[in-house]
């Protein structure tokens, strides 16, 4: 039997069977695919990389601490009137004792311990400042009475800061951020000079969390620094010749441009006074929207008129005016303080 050789098949044969085995739609279909998927590819990596940046950007946004820059508050005017220090005039009446009187006119309800005879430079001081020898009294005698321990309103633009602890970073940035404002740590307390008129500056004693930057706007009530009387530490009152430029105040309730500190100190902590005893305290400042408009003491006097007023101490312990209240206004001719 004659042996069957078999015939190799060719290149070109074996690609002719390949062409006939596949499908002759995949053959028409696959370049359409091709030109349909590599766009899409593309277009699928161009997208997601921008959506991927996107989603970086917003967590990032999201963990990044506030923006800790003071926020641009439009500054107030200057005021064109200060307060004024002053007294209240009183004309003896049959029965009266410097004792009473401070007691029945200025709410001093401790006149009796402030001033003793145990301590003869304290009496002495109350002589000077009423204008009468208190161990003589007759009706008909006028005397000058003093607020004890006044308080003053004041709003100003922060010049310097002078902090008792050093500069930090205020927040401290959980990432790389663009910009780090430093601020000082008045936690413990700092001296703030404030400009309250265009040639007039004070120093406020500061205690807050607050972030304080020179240029911001300060609001304060603050009490007054009282005159230095030799062996009489409580001293009660303000020397009224003393100029209000180059003074020094301790706030005890404080404004930063548009954040109140709910957390400064209340007047009654600061040492010392009468507050909590008197049930409340003197307060001098100025019928305008800077002074006492700004701490809603809305008063039916005209603009600009200097007053000293009655704050009556809640029981929260905060000090409001009632209406009532003793209410007195500068009088420039006379320069006293009359009933208003």
Not at 51 to 70: D, I, K, Q, R
Not at 186 to 192: A, K, M, R, T
Not at 298 to 313: E, F, G, I, R
Request: charged share 10%; hydrophobic share 40%; net charge neutral.
């Amino acid at each position: 039997m004659a042996r069957r050789l078999r015939s190799h098949s060719t290149p070109e044969e074996n690609l002719q069977r390949a062409m006939r085995a596949i499908p002759w739609k995949l053959l028409v279909l696959l370049p359409l695919f091709i030109l349909i998927a590599v766009p899409s590819y593309l277009f699928g990596v161009r997208i997601s990389h921008r959506l991927f940046s996107s989603l970086t950007s917003f967590a990032y946004t999201l963990s990044a601490p506030p923006n800790s820059s003071p926020t641009p508050t439009p500054l107030p005017a200057f005021p064109t009137v200060l307060p004024q220090v002053g007294s209240v005039l009183y004309t003896v009446q049959n029965g009266d004792s410097c004792d009473s009187i401070l007691a029945s006119q200025m709410h001093m309800a401790d006149a009796g311990t402030i001033f003793s005879d145990a301590n003869p430079p304290s009496i002495k001081a109350l002589n000077a400042v009423v204008g009468q020898n208190c161990d003589d009294l007759q009706p008909g005698m006028v005397l000058s009475l003093m607020p004890q321990y006044p308080l003053m309103v004041l709003g100003g633009i922060v010049r310097a800061i002078n902090s008792s602890t050093p500069q930090q970073v205020i927040p401290t940035p959980l990432i790389n951020v663009p910009t780090q404002t430093l601020a000082p740590d008045c936690s413990g307390g700092c001296w703030l000079t404030v400009s309250i008129a265009p040639s007039v500056q004070i120093h406020l004693l500061v205690q807050t969390t607050l972030a304080i930057h020179v240029g911001s706007w300060v609001w304060a009530q603050a009490a007054m620094q009282r005159k230095s009387v030799p062996n009489f530490s409580n001293y009660p009152y303000v020397d009224p010749t003393a100029p209000l430029n180059g003074t020094s105040l301790r706030a005890c309730d404080l404004q930063i441009d548009n954040t109140h500190d709910g957390n400064s100190l209340s007047c009654d902590q600061l040492t010392p006074n009468t507050i909590d005893d008197d049930g409340g305290a003197w307060l001098f400042g100025v019928v305008n929207p800077t002074s006492l408009g700004h701490w809603g003491y809305h008063l039916s006097l005209p603009k600009n008129t200097q007053v000293l007023l009655w704050l009556t101490q809640t029981s929260n312990g905060s000090l409001v005016y009632k209406a009532g209240n003793p209410l007195y206004r500068y009088d420039q001719a006379t320069h006293v303080y009359v009933k208003a």
